[in-house]
């Protein structure tokens, strides 16, 4: 922050949007992995937030844009990032109430799948068979381009969002609303129903359904 003041004389805009996680079950994840990943798109985060506010916008205003992911479903397969940008979408809230005072505006973006070369070499050799797994997913039937996000984050930091603070807002083609990607393993590990008529229609239901199949 004191360099770009010192270079530019003013922040008007802070963009948090350097992030990323891996992939892994979360029973395999290791505390450091955890924390690396809550450092990077959590706390990394505030402490911009913080910085950008503490050295300019406190006195001058400016807007702030937080990139979060489509995590409303959970996030399985990488359940650190999912806990990380569900806590930035309340931070986002948090802040926005806090700082109005100051004129200061902060709201979130949460992309879908986004496709880029940059993207997919962080996964590297499985990237390509990741990202096009994920397109039947989203109801656009097409990965998303950074050129598709950019003009979301740009029009929250202009004058034309003058009067919106706290929100967030998704550019996803509506993949939010959509099925997950996430398969769970047929298995019988679910507790019983508990006895009673109920229960017996439903086993009466799934028997006939068995029979056909
Ligand atoms: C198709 C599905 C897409 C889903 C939608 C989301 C897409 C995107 O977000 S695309 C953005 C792509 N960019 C990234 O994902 C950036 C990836 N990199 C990072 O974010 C960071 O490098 C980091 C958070 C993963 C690690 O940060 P850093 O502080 O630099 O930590 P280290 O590299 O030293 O690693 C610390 C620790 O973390 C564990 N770990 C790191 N990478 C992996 C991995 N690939 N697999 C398993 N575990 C990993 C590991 O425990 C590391 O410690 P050491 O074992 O001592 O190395
Ligand atoms: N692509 C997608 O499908 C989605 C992406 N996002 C998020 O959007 C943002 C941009 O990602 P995208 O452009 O797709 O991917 P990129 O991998 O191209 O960009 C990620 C950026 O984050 C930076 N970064 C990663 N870890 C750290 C760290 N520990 N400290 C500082 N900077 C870091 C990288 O820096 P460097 O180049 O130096 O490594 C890189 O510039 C990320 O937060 C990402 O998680 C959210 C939802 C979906």
Redesign the pocket.
């Given at each position: 922050m004191a360099s770009t003041l010192k270079l530019h004389g003013r922040i008007d805009f802070l963009v948090n949007?350097?992030?990323?996680q891996f992939s892994s079950p979360a029973n395999m994840m290791s505390a450091k992995g955890w924390k690396a990943v809550i450092d990077?798109n959590l706390n990394?985060t505030f402490l911009c937030c913080r910085e950008a506010y503490n050295a300019w916008m406190k006195d001058h205003g400016g807007v702030i844009v937080n990139?979060i992911?489509?995590m409303w479903k959970g996030f399985p397969g990488m359940a650190h990032t999912g806990a990380a940008r569900a806590a930035v979408d309340n931070l986002t809230k948090s802040l926005a109430i806090e700082w109005a005072h100051s004129g200061v505006r902060i709201n979130s973006v949460a992309?879908g799948?986004?496709i880029?070369k940059?993207?997919m070499e962080?996964y590297k050799e499985y990237g390509p068979t990741l990202f096009k797994m994920s397109v039947p997913f989203s109801p656009a039937k097409r990965l998303g381009v950074?050129e598709e996000i950019s003009p979301a984050v740009c029009f929250l930091l202009s004058p034309a969002a003058n009067y919106i603070t706290g929100a967030t807002l998704k550019v996803d083609a509506g993949q939010s609303l959509y099925h997950s990607i996430w398969e769970i393993p047929e298995h019988d590990a679910w507790p019983e129903a508990p006895e009673g008529e109920n229960t017996d229609v439903l086993r009466e239901i799934m028997d006939k359904t068995k029979s056909k199949l």
């Open positions: 949007n350097g992030g990323g990077t990394g990139i992911a489509d992309p799948t986004i880029s940059t993207a962080n950074p």
